[in-house]
């Protein structure tokens, strides 16, 4: 019997999917990973291709993005700028129509937003941003996962929502594209970002998209942000594409380094995250990022689970049992 394709959706930004349809995810997310835990063999997405584009360097979200495409029963097809015509300036639009009637799902990583959406909008198949410029929602995906897990009521039945009602994350550093993430997730989900970045750095609520700028509040000391958090994260001070500011971006951010002092102000159970990679020395200390309160390789773990939860839901719509 063949199965009704669900209506084409895009996962662009956190703001693409509903509180419900996250909790549907992180519960779908939960009985993946065990089944991968249990070595059971579970191929949904048997004969469906997903076409990987990086136009920016890449280990975890390549390797989660394939080999979960792989262990789902699919198959990837893994495009760079450097070996495929986009670095030659093939129009984005036409690279879209092309690449969508071959494949059935498409992964983008590159720089503005406006380029992932206008790659979407000649798309034929969903498209997943794997990072841009703005935002990087696969990653606050296995986050929030991770947190659930951590701080969930268990690992069996129980993923919902309710654990991050009313708590405070900690922003500290850049207000990049994980920061406005971040921004976007409070908004929907009911929890609060405090936030604090060097000046000239700050989040915008216009850039993040969001409208209920009450989950977020802005804080000049990262102690003052760290204080009474639940989760504190962080994330390199210089991200892809900003290199040139490198120099500039050092001197800015020398005293938004997490450390220990920034997590004892904390709340005593809060995790410390980060979405890798990490300079330890820069962004976090190394007794922080290697101490008992990270999570960090789970994070890295979790992108694996939740991106095979997302392609289900994509491409065949909410599926039903265990
Ligand atoms: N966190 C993350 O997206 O890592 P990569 O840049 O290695 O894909
Ligand atoms: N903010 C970082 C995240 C890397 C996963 C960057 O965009 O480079």
Request: glycine fraction near 8%; charged fraction near 25%; hydrophobic fraction near 40%.
């Amino acid at each position: 019997m063949t199965m009704p394709a669900p209506p084409l959706r895009h996962y662009l930004s956190f703001q693409d999917f509903t509180a419900d349809e996250y909790a549907y995810l992180f519960e779908r997310s939960r009985i993946i990973k065990k089944r991968f835990k249990n070595y059971e063999k579970y191929h949904p997405l048997a004969d469906r291709t997903l076409a990987m584009i990086f136009e920016k360097a890449s280990t975890r979200t390549r390797v989660s993005f394939e080999a979960g495409m792989y262990q789902l029963g699919g198959s990837v097809v893994h495009l760079t700028t450097g070996d495929s015509q986009l670095g030659r300036a093939e129009p984005i639009e036409d690279s879209a129509r092309v690449i969508s009637r071959m494949v059935d799902l498409v992964m983008i990583r590159t720089y503005e937003q406006a380029k992932i959406e206008g790659f979407a909008a000649h798309s034929r198949v969903p498209v997943i941003n794997g990072l841009t410029n703005e935002f990087h929602p696969c990653q606050i995906l296995a986050d929030l996962f991770t947190f659930i897990e951590h701080r969930g009521k268990g690992s069996e039945g129980n993923q919902g929502l309710d654990c991050l009602h009313g708590k405070t994350v900690a922003w500290i550093g850049d207000g990049n594209n994980m920061a406005n993430t971040w921004l976007q997730a409070a908004e929907i989900l009911g929890f609060t970002v405090h936030v604090s970045t060097p000046s000239g750095y700050e989040v915008n609520a216009a850039l993040a998209r969001i409208k209920n700028t009450a989950c977020v509040k802005v804080f000049n000391h990262p102690m003052e942000a760290c204080a009474g958090a639940h989760l504190v994260t962080t994330d390199v001070w210089t991200s892809m594409g900003f290199e040139a500011e490198n120099e500039e971006r050092r001197k800015a951010f020398i005293d938004w380094c997490v450390d220990e002092d920034m997590m004892a102000v904390a709340a005593p159970d809060a995790l410390f995250m980060h979405c890798l990679p990490a300079h330890r020395g820069e962004e976090v200390t190394a007794e922080v990022i290697d101490g008992p309160q990270s999570v960090v390789w789970d994070e890295a773990e979790n992108r694996m689970h939740v991106q095979k939860a997302l392609m289900e839901f994509l491409l065949l719509g909410r599926v039903g049992g265990g």
